[in-house]
């Protein structure tokens, strides 16, 4: 497994739209192992394939507190949303960057596994909310697009000033 380096904002590859991904072989499978590694080691709870500059329907997730629960979800489609929840999202693409942002509780999501079996799945709380942002990756969407024009300055302002005191 490698560890892949991660875009961060305002990289303009971040915007790109996913295509499908309709090739299911050894080359997606190692993939979504490289990216859960990537996604572990930052430590992060979800990684979308846009966040490592590959443009497929191709996500990672595992919100256990063991990280023994990985979840990897292809061309995944949002079938039913319902119930609202405020949650305190971070994003791989933003570190150090956090903001409530208002999702849907509950939702009932289709998509395939690596081998390309289709199967539906429904998650609520932070499983619900983690799907929903990865899934915003995937058509370009980030989270900070949810804030008002307002919030989105200082937090964009404050992720600039990290990044000079950084170096």
């Known amino acids: 497994?490698?560890?892949?380096h991660i875009l961060e904002f305002p990289d303009p590859r971040l915007r790109i739209r996913a295509q499908p991904v309709?090739?299911?072989?050894?080359?997606?499978?190692?993939?979504?192992?490289?990216?859960?590694?990537t996604m572990y080691a930052a430590p992060?709870?979800?990684?979308?394939?846009?966040?490592?500059?590959?443009?497929?329907r191709l996500l990672v997730l595992d919100v256990s507190e063991q990280h023994d629960s990985p979840l990897v979800l292809v061309n995944p489609r949002l079938l039913?949303?319902?119930?609202?929840?405020?949650?305190?999202?971070?994003?791989?693409?933003?570190?150090?960057?956090?903001a409530d942002?208002?999702?849907?509780?509950?939702?009932r999501v289709a998509a395939q596994d690596v081998s390309g079996k289709p199967f539906e799945m429904d998650?609520?709380?932070?499983?619900?909310v983690c799907i929903q942002h990865e899934m915003d990756h995937l058509v370009g969407k980030v989270f900070v697009d949810y804030l008002s024009p307002l919030k989105r300055s200082?937090?964009?302002?404050r992720l600039e000033k990290q990044r000079r005191k950084a170096g």
Do not use: N, Y
């Open 44 to 56: 992060g709870i979800g990684l979308a394939a846009t966040q490592v500059d590959v443009h497929r």
């Open 123 to 128: 998650a609520d709380g932070l499983t619900a």
């Open 80 to 98: 039913k949303a319902s119930g609202r929840e405020v949650c305190q999202e971070g994003c791989l693409s933003f570190p150090g960057i956090f």
């Open 1 to 4: 497994m490698a560890r892949l």
């Open 22 to 37: 309709d090739t299911f072989d050894a080359a997606l499978k190692k993939l979504a192992e490289d990216m859960l590694e």
């Open 154 to 157: 200082l937090l964009l302002r």
């Open 101 to 107: 942002v208002e999702r849907a509780d509950k939702i």
